[in-house]
Every structure is written in C-alpha cells, then in structure tokens.
C-alpha cells in the first residue's frame, strides 16, 4: 500500500530557512497536501499543490515536486516561532482511495 | 463559524464504558471521516462514509460502531472502552469520495483519555 515517509524531527533557528521532506510511493494522488498541528491543536491544511506542478509559492511557503523523484517538500522562509507544529504530508492511496498521512515533522523554533 | 465540529474535545472516561463523539460539518460536503491519531502522533484512517453509505472500514475492531443520520453528521459510538482507545479522535469532511481532487478539511480533534 501507499507509503508516506517524514523525518521526524527538525529543529532551526529564527529567521533562518526550514525544509520539510517527505517522499511517498504511490504516485496517483492529483493533489499532495501539508496539514499543520500546533500543540494540542487540530489539524490545519496548509497548502497542497497539484501533481502537474513543480513549485507553489504562498507568501513565505514554497512547495516544491519531484514526480519523478516522489519527493515533495515544504519550505518555510523566515521562520518564525510560531511556526513550530508538527508538519504532515498527506497523499491519496490505497485501494479506497483515502488520504494517507506521514507520521508528521516536528518543527523546533529556537529563537 | 466552525466549519467541522465535534463533541465532546476532552472526555475522561473508565475502562469498560461506552462513549459517543459526535461530528457535523456545514460545509455542504457529502463526505465524513474519523481519524485517529495516537501517542506518537500518527494519524490513520478509520472509517469514511458517503452519503450515509460505508465506504472506507479500516481494521477497527468492532467496539467502534460510526453512524450517519445524515450527511452532515457523523458519530462514533466506542464499546466496552480499553486503555487503548486513548487518542485524538478527528472528524473530517470532503466533497466527494476517495478522489485525489477534494481537500479535506479536519475538526479540532476529540481527546479522549482511557483510565
């Protein structure tokens, strides 16, 4: 089945570039989404970028795929330490086709 | 307004009851979903309905029993309460069903708490 896997942990300074990476194996999902969880908070769709694209840009958010690679990633600019939370991928797999979720990124902000 | 709501978002409870987390969504989708994410944070799929219809049924065991009156509403009722249903429980809704092309959007979560 759909496999979707995060490193667990990273941890930056404030006002530096944070990078998430995810790579998945399934590759039919039209749209692959990040989804945000701050401390004892729900889940948050953060952006998602559709599978014929390369890149998206929204505001200090980049996402960039590699199709070929079945890399995605997420990078943050000047980040902030309200950006800490955890970060999941999330693609659509499996043969129900539901959204399947990496085990999520946590984000360390040391100011 | 919240568009994915569930209740209740903290519930303690004893080993051996029954539980009920109730979901709505108002964001016209035809869709519903429970997620569960445990201790370390994983999030999985448990059960996904369309229209009222059983759609997606994980190996949950069958102590979990969802219901949908409606589209708008679905609830997880949990038998017989094990230390081991402790987790964040979340509701989620799309429009549509199983395709790659519709966003889901997730409630604030359930935390539920076995002692």
């Known amino acids: 089945g759909e496999d979707v896997e995060q490193s667990l942990f990273l941890s930056v300074r404030e006002g530096d570039s944070s990078v998430i990476n995810c790579t998945y194996t399934d590759s039919s999902s039209t749209y692959l989404y990040w989804y945000k969880q701050e401390p004892g908070a729900g889940l948050q769709l953060l952006t998602y970028i559709f599978s014929n694209m390369d890149m998206k840009q929204d505001q200090r958010l980049t996402v960039l795929l590699n199709k070929k690679d079945k890399h995605l990633s997420l990078r943050i600019a000047d980040t902030q330490t309200g950006d800490s939370a955890i970060y999941f991928c999330?693609?659509?797999?499996?043969?129900?086709?539901?959204?399947?979720f990496g085990k999520g990124t946590k984000l360390s902000v040391k100011p | 307004d919240t568009a994915v709501s569930q209740t209740p978002k903290y519930l303690v409870t004893q080993m051996g009851n029954d539980k009920s987390i109730k979901c709505e969504q108002n964001l016209g989708h035809d869709t519903m979903y429970w997620y569960k994410q445990d201790s370390k944070k994983f999030l999985k799929i448990m059960f996904s309905?369309?229209?009222?219809?059983?759609?997606i049924n994980e190996t949950v065991p069958n102590r979990f029993s969802p219901k949908s009156p409606d589209k708008a509403h679905l609830n997880l009722h949990i038998n017989s309460l094990e230390l081991g249903d402790s987790a964040v429980y979340f509701c989620?809704?799309?429009?549509?069903?199983?395709?790659?092309?519709?966003?889901?959007?997730f409630g604030e979560g359930s935390w539920l708490t076995v002692v």
């Open positions: 989620a809704s799309s429009l549509g069903s199983g395709s790659s092309g519709n966003t889901i959007y």
């Open positions: 309905y369309n229209n009222k219809e059983l759609i």
């Open positions: 999330a693609v659509f797999g499996g043969s129900q086709g539901n959204l399947i």
